[in-house]
């Protein structure tokens, strides 16, 4: 029997066992294939209905379900820390010692923020890219009467363009409350313009200036002096809050920095359109994991499964597995309470914004509610 072994039940590796679990289906049926998610953690958050979640636009308990319930039926969960992967002897190993021998092990441990590379901003900064931290912000906000706002974006991290929307979100937010006219916004980036890809910068610039938010580029987070309400960079700035929303810099699992395949901050070296381990033939990562120089977003996940699936049931039945990713990537953007436009991109094609319209907000949120559909890998 042909063993799976996927680490991480996340986006990621659920929509793979999820198709794996359709597309080879006879083989499962048939004992020729068993199918293994490792997850250490009993619910699937649905994580960019985080987003929402400061502005009581969704509640915690409508972004999470059972990793159990979003699972096929055949396919085999385990509980646990993965905590090893042997190359060698081909076997990935869970924090209680278990083994799980692999014909193709699947590494889709995601990524995560890390606030305590910045000094003082657990103690003093608000991030919403956690159950509990959105909740956070959402109390604050709630209490908000207006002042100095400053927005601050670490890199790498997941879903590029959800700072942007907050931003815009939050001033549409402080418009309709009527608190805008008190208000200052500020947007603090790292690079020279207020997003990596040059369109969508253009784009957040003209959405940024139109509304008088401020921005600020270059700007490297070195810590919060929590005494003064003053979020400081590198090379000294220091900018005044009383509200400050941070988007950390982002590792991946410690499981991938644990690998002994990882670079530094975790992310796995990954043929860019095999999406194998870099000199592995049956280790595979997807998801936010890669060291891939495209979104770390819930949509690559999603197309990466698509080709990987379709690899793996090919390969198991003999055959060479040689669908490419070509580095598709789909994104949807608020830019306010009701208005929203999307990118589509892929590694030779650049993103190009559409025009901001109440549709598009209309068609985020409705793929949002299909996320658990989505999941299935019937789509
Ligand atoms: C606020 C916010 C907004 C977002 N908005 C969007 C959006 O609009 N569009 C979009 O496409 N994407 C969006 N994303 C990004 C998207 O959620 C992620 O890119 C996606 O979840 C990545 O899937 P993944 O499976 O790689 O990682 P995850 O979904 O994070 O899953 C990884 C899983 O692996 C588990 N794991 C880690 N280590 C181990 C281990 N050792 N053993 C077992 N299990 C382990 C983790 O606990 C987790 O369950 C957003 C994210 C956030 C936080």
């Known amino acids: 029997m042909k063993e799976v072994v996927i680490v991480g039940g996340g986006t990621a590796g659920t929509m793979l066992a999820n198709r794996l679990a359709r597309d080879a289906a006879p083989e499962i049926a048939g004992g020729e294939l068993r199918v293994t998610v490792i997850s250490n953690k009993e619910e699937h958050l649905y994580q960019p209905g985080l987003l929402y979640i400061p502005f009581r636009l969704k509640k915690p308990e409508e972004l999470m379900r059972k ?121 603090c980036y790292p ?41 400081v960079s590198i090379d000294g700035r220091r900018i005044p809050f ?60 999603h197309f990466e499964s698509e080709i990987l699936a379709a690899n793996l049931v090919d390969r198991i039945r003999g055959g060479p597995g040689e669908r490419l990713y070509h580095g598709k990537v789909f994104c949807f953007i608020e830019t306010g309470l009701d208005k929203a436009t999307y990118i589509a991109f892929d590694y030779a094609n650049p993103p190009n914004p559409v025009t901001p319209s109440k549709p598009v907000h209309w068609a985020k949120l409705s793929y949002n509610n299909m996320h658990w559909v989505n999941l299935q890998g019937i789509m």
């Not at 919403?128 to 002042?147: E, H, I, N, S």
């Not at 610039?205 to 002096?225: A, P």
Request: charged share 25%; glycine share 8%; net charge negative.
């Open 67 to 187: 990793v159990k319930e979003v699972l096929h039926p055949s396919v085999r969960l385990i509980f646990g820390e993965a905590v090893h992967i042997d190359a060698e002897r081909k076997v990935v190993t869970t924090d209680g010692g278990q083994r799980f021998p692999y014909d193709y092990a699947v590494i889709a441990t995601g990524s995560h923020p890390e606030p305590d590379q910045i000094p003082g901003l657990l103690e003093a900064g608000h991030i919403f890219y956690t159950v509990d931290g959105a909740l956070k912000l959402q109390q604050a906000m709630d209490t908000f009467q207006g002042g100095k706002v400053v927005i601050a974006v670490g890199l790498p991290h997941k879903c590029p363009v959800a700072p942007l929307e907050f931003t815009m979100m939050f001033e549409d937010w402080a418009r309709k409350k009527g608190i805008r006219d008190k208000t200052d916004i500020t947007y």
């Open 191 to 231: 690079l020279a313009r207020p997003y990596g890809t040059e369109s969508v910068a253009n784009m957040a610039q003209r959405e940024f200036e139109s509304r008088g938010v401020h921005i600020e580029t270059f700007f490297l987070m070195e810590e919060v002096d929590t005494k003064k309400k003053e979020l």
């Open 242 to 301: 009383d509200l400050l929303v941070v988007i950390p810099p982002h590792k991946g699992s410690t499981f991938s920095q644990k690998s002994g395949f990882s670079d530094e901050e975790g992310w796995m070296p990954t043929d860019r359109n095999r999406l194998n381990l870099a000199d592995q033939t049956d280790i595979f990562v997807i998801g936010d994991a890669t060291n891939l120089p495209i979104s770390k977003a819930g949509s690559v996940a």
